[in-house]
């Protein structure tokens, strides 16, 4: 008989096989039960087996589930992109539905390059970024992300588009401290806007709290708005990577609205369908949109599956889930309850050097020790073990790192479902306590 293989991530290795979920919890074939303390990568939103959306996909499923987005259009594409633009705020006001969060990066790029074509400055097509960042694996979004080991393989299929430094207080670039620093990781896009030359340069795109490559680190307060600031006086869009961070993330649609900052184009993904379905959209401005319907009248991008009815009725149906239950305002108080826990077993463990993060978007970062912060001479090889012991223990956890470098490379996120207890929480810790008692 021919012998099939799915291909996995690792190849080698034996993957539990999971048969259902129910809330934050998710269980194997063999019965044994996982709490998901990192929404799969960052995306069950509203935990595992909600009715309310399974009703949702069930009604659409009977009516249609796709349409060619050339020939139609349909109410949950409209009615979605009418609800976002409504919780986005500012004139963030169109919606581009794709399927991944790589494919809402890279529409960003694309919408961002034809935006200066329209206005007749084609020499605008960089796209600046930070080391340490990931925008998504297909070549563009690679090409835009700081993530040293997804990029390697391909480098010479890239464009070497990273450019300043990430706000890493932890392991400040420049060695300094904020705000007395005066955000030298913020300047430094000034001067490399001038360096390369602001007529080469559409725009500067970044996670709004870095995600899979740096393990939930969040900018010191005043840096966004330093950020927009220059990209606005040099003429460069300001593109949010809010592929992790919204649809509520960090108690708010946008992570962004923390520091009272709109984007010109967003990028979201994961929390859009909390994994019930692929969905992801590129969020636009009127600013953006305005010299393309003046002009060509048409966004040069587009996927068979952009805006399917399904995923969309999916959508909307955890835009209203999160909604009904208040999920967005409760962020702020359950990520109190969870960071205070955490912080305690940093001071436990030495081998935990930072816990950091905003909202239910948690890092902590490994080092051997927390005095010294020195880092584990080979990065991630900590964290696997990590993240191995917790399965152990019946704990998910989400590794993080870029590095191939020994800097950037050994962090986890913590990031359950926003629907989590406070039970649920302590038995996260608990799991949590067994794994670093394991590894002390
Ligand atoms: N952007 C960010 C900030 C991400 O965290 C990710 C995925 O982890 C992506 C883009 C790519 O999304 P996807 O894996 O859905 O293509």
Excluded at 105 to 132: D, F, H, P
Excluded at 161 to 173: K, V
Excluded at 267 to 293: C, Q, T
Aim: with cysteine; glycine share 8%; net charge neutral.
């Amino acid at each position: 008989m021919k012998r099939s293989y799915l291909i996995k991530p690792m190849l080698d290795e034996d993957y539990p096989i999971i048969d259902f979920g129910k809330g934050v919890y998710l269980y194997d074939i063999e019965f044994k039960e996982y709490l998901d303390a990192s929404s799969g990568a960052v995306t069950a939103n509203i935990g595992h087996g909600v009715k309310e959306i399974i009703t949702a996909m069930k009604k659409q499923a009977k009516k249609v589930s796709f349409i060619y987005r050339s020939q139609f259009t349909s109410e949950p594409a409209e009615q979605l992109a009418e609800k976002i633009a409504e919780l986005a705020g500012g004139d963030l006001n169109w919606s581009f539905f794709v399927n991944s969060g790589s494919e809402a990066t890279e529409t960003a790029m694309k919408i961002a390059i034809q935006y200066w074509q329209e206005k007749g400055l084609k020499t605008k097509t960089k796209i600046l970024s930070r080391w340490v960042s990931y925008h998504g694996i297909t070549l563009g979004a690679l090409s835009m992300s700081g993530h040293a080991a997804r990029r390697e393989r391909f480098t010479p299929l890239l464009e070497d588009f990273p450019t300043i430094h990430p706000p890493y207080c932890y392991r400040c670039p420049f060695n300094q401290t904020a705000p007395e620093c005066g955000y030298s990781c913020a300047q430094e896009l000034e001067t490399a806007i001038r360096r390369i030359g602001a007529d080469h340069i559409a725009a500067f795109i970044a996670e709004p709290v870095i995600g899979a490559a740096g393990g939930a680190i969040s900018p010191p307060e005043d840096y966004y708005q330093l950020i927009k600031e220059i990209c606005d006086r040099h003429q460069i869009l300001f593109i949010a990577d809010e592929v992790m961070t919204g649809f509520g993330r960090t108690g708010t649609m946008l992570a962004c609205e923390h520091w009272g900052v709109t984007p010109d184009i967003v990028a979201l993904g994961k929390g859009m369908g909390a994994g019930y379905a692929p969905i992801a959209a590129a969020l636009v401005s009127d600013r953006v949109m305005e010299p393309i319907r003046s002009g060509s009248k048409m966004v040069m991008s587009g996927h068979t599956l952009s805006a399917n009815p399904q995923s969309c009725a999916v959508s909307l149906a955890v835009i209203n889930y999160l909604e009904q239950n208040n999920i967005m305002n409760l962020v702020s108080e359950k990520s109190a309850y969870l960071f205070k826990k955490l912080q305690k077993l940093k001071y436990q463990f030495p081998f935990i050097g930072d816990v950091r993060g905003l909202g239910l978007l948690i890092g902590m970062e490994f080092v051997q020790d927390h005095n010294t912060k020195t880092p584990f001479p080979r990065a991630a090889a900590f964290t696997q073990k990590v993240i191995k012991t917790a399965m152990k223990y019946g704990l998910l956890l989400y590794p993080a790192g870029a590095g191939i470098d020994g800097i950037h490379g050994d962090a986890i996120i913590i990031s359950p479902p926003l629907t989590i207890t406070n039970e649920e929480m302590d038995e996260l810790i608990q799991r949590l306590t067994k794994t670093c008692q394991e590894l002390y």
